[in-house]
Every structure is written in structure tokens, then in C-alpha cells.
């Protein structure tokens, strides 16, 4: 099993930059496409970025231009550089891989409002 723990969230003005961080509990990331997801109040979870194996990142449309995901390999770390935030990007934002089998980390609340 592996543990995801996120964190690099917190208040921050529209237009405002925040980079979060997800620690996995052992080296998985050459196994693993890693994503960063969010789920906003009463809005399903949904995919923001993706990175796979090879490196190549997968943005969603909402973030295109904005978001950048990036990992470092010997910290089993993956980070998400947000910036020019928008009051819809307020969600908790969580890491996992693809796989079905593994679990949930507790996320990181990210709010944009001024």
C-alpha cells in the first residue's frame, strides 16, 4: 500500500499563485501515472493534471495555460504550481495514482477569494 499526504493549500487572492505538494510514501512514480484531482461543495471529484511514467503532463482544459505539474523523483513528491487562481478553482485538492487500489490522502483546501 502506499499513502499520499497533500499539502501547500490556503487563501489566496484571485490572480494569486499557491504550489501544493504530494508526498507518497515510497517511490512509486516510475509504476504510476500520479494525478492531482479537486472536489469543489457539491461538485463531483475531477482530474486537474496528470503526469505519467514517461513525464509527459495532461492538463484539464480548466486549468490549460495555468496549472503545471512536475515531480521530483528522489523526494517521491509530486507538486502542482498554481497560478493565476480563480474563485472556481476553490476545492480540496488531492494526489493519487491510477491505480483502483489505492486510497485516498485527506487533501489540501485550496480558497480563492479576496
Known amino acids: 500500500q502506499v499513502q499520499f499526504v497533500e499539502s501547500g493549500g490556503g487563501l489566496v487572492q484571485p490572480g494569486g499563485s499557491l504550489r501544493l505538494s504530494c508526498a507518497a510514501s515510497?517511490?512509486?512514480?516510475?509504476?504510476?501515472?500520479m494525478g492531482w484531482y479537486r472536489q469543489a461543495p457539491g461538485k463531483q471529484r475531477e482530474v486537474v493534471a496528470r503526469i505519467t511514467t514517461g513525464g509527459t503532463t495532461i492538463y484539464a482544459d480548466s486549468v490549460k495555460g495555468r496549472f503545471t505539474i512536475s515531480r521530483d523523483n528522489t523526494k517521491n513528491t509530486v507538486y502542482l504550481q498554481m497560478n493565476s487562481l480563480k474563485p472556481e478553482d476553490t476545492a480540496v485538492y488531492f494526489c493519487?495514482?491510477?491505480?483502483?487500489?489505492?486510497?485516498w490522502g485527506q487533501g489540501t483546501q485550496v480558497t480563492v477569494s479576496s
Open positions: 515510497r517511490n512509486i512514480f516510475s509504476i504510476y501515472t
Open positions: 493519487k495514482t491510477d491505480s483502483p487500489f489505492h486510497s
